[in-house]
């Protein structure tokens, strides 16, 4: 299936709408994680318990879900970046045409450094990354390309999303969404561990009141219920 590139934010150039190959749903090069781990901030400490799974299999899917949101956040957290970077610089800018030029500028510029990566991108990671730029802008990224290119063009990006199984309309509720609880949970843990650079989000998340919501939750089930749904 031939790749499809898409604008994220008129900044990144993402290519998130690949055929899925059959190794996208096996579990291998699993990364095991410790027991114990602790988060520290400026204003609190988060201990983890361990997280303990049913079974072996749980294990794994919860682990080869990691490794998906580990390689679509950072980009998220480029696109927040780049964002407030586009907003600030808009502040001394006059006219729509300069705007529109200082825009396309830092597109064309991102998306020489960023696009062989994206273009690396499974659905699944894409799906993921699309969730984590609500969690870490606030917008969904159809909103993002309404406000920095058109209407039409969110419109026409989002159509041809659909054709893939994805929705550029996509939001992130870790409180009523077992999948994006996932999400959070495996952010969380990868901050404490440092194999992820934190940057607040932009949406109000209680991960301490998640944790006691979704206390019971199963990740083989909620991942094998994903996969059934987009395979």
Do not use: C
């Amino acid at each position: 299936m031939r790749k499809i590139i898409y604008i994220l934010f008129l900044i990144l150039s993402i290519s998130v709408f690949s055929q899925e190959r059959v190794k996208d749903t096996i579990i291998d090069d699993l990364v095991i994680i410790r027991n114990d781990s602790m988060m520290l901030s400026l204003e609190e400490v988060i201990i983890f318990d361990r997280r303990n799974f049913d079974s072996n299999t749980e294990r794994k899917y919860y682990l080869w879900y990691a490794k998906k949101v580990r390689k679509a956040y950072p980009f998220a957290k480029l696109a927040s970046e780049k964002l407030t970077e586009i907003n600030e610089a808009m502040e001394g800018i006059k006219g729509k045409r300069k705007r529109r030029k200082h825009i396309k500028k830092i597109q064309k510029f991102m998306e020489g450094e960023f696009s062989d990566e994206l273009k690396k991108l499974t659905r699944t990671e894409g799906r993921i990354l699309i969730k984590l730029v609500h969690r870490q802008t606030g917008e969904t990224m159809y909103s993002n390309i309404k406000e920095y290119r058109s209407k039409w063009n969110a419109f026409w990006y989002n159509s041809t999303a659909k054709l893939f199984k994805l929705s550029l309309k996509s939001e992130y509720h870790p409180e009523t969404d077992a999948l994006d609880f996932l999400v959070e949970d495996i952010l969380q843990r990868s901050f404490a561990k440092n194999i992820l650079v934190k940057q607040e989000p932009k949406l109000q998340i209680d991960y301490y009141e998640l944790l006691i919501q979704w206390k019971d939750i199963n990740a083989y089930e909620v991942v094998d219920a994903y996969i059934k749904k987009y395979k």
